[in-house]
């Protein structure tokens, strides 16, 4: 049951692990974006779904009761923590990429407007992609 609820978060993950995996020379670079801090919002973003799909499969999920009493806190801490390890793993592992404390904290934005429009979202937006 635990899988099966919280397997579009995992897949959310791993996507995020592969793009930020791929090498600082195969990221196009588009000037007038950087401009923007076009990356920040993306960040924020990515790590705003990860959290709102953690959340809803942790709520649905009825393996693990205390998991699904303190679902919004135990997934904004796993995925601050996640997007932590990501910039660690950046600036150490992955090829050609590094390690950005601006990054961290726009992942760490984007956890925590998870978490402020957290009920909005799942009214809107996953009660009708995720059953």
Known sequence: MFLRHTKWAMLWALLILILCGIPGRDIPHISFLELLSF??????????VLLNL??????????YSKLQSFAKPIAFIICVIYGGSLEIMQGTIFEQRSADIFDF????????MGLLLYSWT???????IIK
């Open 105 to 112: 904290l726009a992942n760490s934005f984007g956890c925590i």
């Open 54 to 63: 953690s959340v809803r499969g942790f709520l649905m999920q009825s393996s």
């Open 122 to 128: 799942e009214k809107i937006i996953l009660k009708k």
């Open 39 to 48: 990356d920040k919002f993306v960040h924020a973003g990515i790590f705003f």
